[in-house]
């Protein structure tokens, strides 16, 4: 099947950028996403990009898009203790399923 | 607009227990999913619909019934639980063709003993 692909961990300090990255394996992705999901709570969707776009900003968060190599990432910018929780990023191919990542847990420091 | 929800949040089960976990939509999506979440492992599909009276198996269907007789209701049943199963299960919907937004239930948390 298709693989995506994440590291397991990122810790950074509270102001400071994260930026957090994924590989996918699926030529077909139509869309890709990044999801939020807090401690005990459900998954939020936080952005999305089409596979024919190479970057998307939406207030702190900024998804870059290498279709080439076949790589995701989401960036936050001035990184707060509130944005500690896992990431997942997740590709969508053109027969319209999901396939995910197994998350990024990104830790934030005060 | 009540999104996606799924009943039970939490449940304990026995070994060879039957149950069935719930979701519901009321946003007439055409497609609807179940996800299981297991720790290092990301989201994997279990069954999917692509609309009333249709559905289809994923990456990991075994243990796994649904059924869609509504555009509202998608239920996964697990007819005999086994310890395998114990999880965190999310359901999630998004509108037919190439909506951008998947939407997704709070998650239920099955434990088997």
């Known amino acids: 099947g298709e693989d995506v692909e994440q590291s397991l961990f990122l810790s950074v300090r509270e102001g400071d950028s994260s930026v957090i990255n994924c590989t996918y394996t699926d030529s077909s992705s139509t869309y890709l996403y990044w999801y939020k999901q807090e401690p005990g709570a459900g998954l939020q969707l936080l952005t999305y990009i089409f596979s024919n776009m190479d970057m998307k900003q939406d207030q702190r968060l900024t998804v870059l898009l290498n279709k080439k190599d076949k790589h995701l990432s989401l960036r936050i910018a001035d990184t707060q203790t509130g944005d500690s929780a896992i990431y997942f990023c997740a590709e969508r191919n053109a027969g319209n399923m999901l396939t995910f990542g197994g998350g990024t847990r990104l830790m934030v420091k005060p | 607009n009540a999104g996606v929800t799924q009943t039970p949040k939490f449940q304990v089960l026995k070994t060879g227990q039957s149950m069935t976990l719930q979701c519901a939509q009321d946003?007439?999506?055409?497609?609807m999913s179940w996800y299981r979440q297991d720790p290092g492992m990301g989201l994997r599909l279990i069954h999917y619909?692509?609309?009333?009276?249709?559905?289809d198996q994923g990456e990991v269907p075994n243990g796994y019934n649904v059924s869609r007789s509504t555009t509202e209701d998608f239920p996964l049943r697990l007819l005999s639980a086994a310890p395998s199963q114990t999880s965190v299960y999310f359901c999630?919907?998004?509108?037919?063709?190439?909506?951008?937004?998947?939407?997704f239930g709070e998650g239920s948390w099955l434990t088997v003993v």
């Open positions: 946003m007439n999506h055409e497609y």
């Open positions: 999630a919907s998004r509108p037919g063709g190439f909506g951008n937004t998947i939407y």
């Open positions: 619909s692509v609309g009333a009276g249709i559905t």
